[in-house]
């Protein structure tokens, strides 16, 4: 997720969405509970979205990605009916209320606001390569509020909907067995940002009987081996993207993982109204 394309805060409100932000996210992970309770989140102000979002008695909502025409591709055309389905990385929710409507229970996943678990690529002339007890850095400090008005986002639309979706706060690449079994897991737009990716669908594959789903961007210059591009140079600045990937680089480790039986498909979708170039895999146990 990009800080900058999806709009800055009204000026106004900054200073008192960050203070709220701080004050919720000190307090993540010390009450006990597995599933994270609903946000109040009154208005639009205080929000980001990810995804344009025609959101129950407030109308269409901008986001940089634009999924409503190209929703089924972007899925791979999977039938969510009855199933539990695990989703990593939910940003503002636009898949989860799309996807509960069939299924039989949706339980996302999200970071902790916590810089420990943050991904972001080391980068020695932003600051992003000095050790932890350096104090965040500008860059650091932009995305966690960003992020904060995402999350926002996603609760703000969650009342809306009347959504029955659960949220999890913590790494995916140690899901705790508490989270129960799962039918499939949606990784979509995810595993680029991740340092480790195969950490994360090994992570998930122990949660999941059936099926998991990966939808990433398609660069055709990778060729059609397992191929796993890195993107940041010296020069690029690509602080929060690691990857650019192959289906044959999923498809092979999802075999070692268990995952025999494969469906790829290409499609187009809307980032920034632009059309972009993309794949979705899915793979599945072979059938007993």
Known sequence: ???????????????LILKKL??????EGHRGQLYEQPWKVGSLDECNFYHSTEIPGVGLVEGQWDLREGYDDYLGGYDFSGKRVLEIGPATGFL????EKTADEVVAVELPMDRNFWNAVPYENLGLARGRDKGWTGVEKQFHEH??????????????????????HGSAENLPESLG??????LASILLHSRSPVAI??????LVTDTIIITEIHDEALGEGPVCSLV????????DTWWRFTPRFFTQFLEVLGFTEHKVTFHQQLADKT????????????AN
């Open 181 to 186: 079994e799962f039918n499939v897991v949606l």
């Open 147 to 168: 992020i904060g008005r995402i999350r926002n986002g996603f609760w703000f639309c969650y009342a809306r909907f009347g959504s029955r979706a659960r949220v999890y």
């Open 1 to 15: 997720m990009k800080p900058g394309q999806t709009g800055k805060p009204h000026c106004k409100y900054a200073g």
């Open 201 to 206: 669908l090994e992570s998930c594959a122990r």
């Open 232 to 239: 940041p140079t010296a020069g690029n600045n690509a602080w």
């Open 96 to 99: 989860t209320f799309r996807i």
């Open 275 to 286: 059309p972009l170039n993309m794949f979705t895999v899915i793979s599945s146990r072979p």
């Open 22 to 27: 701080f004050k919720r996210f000190s307090s």
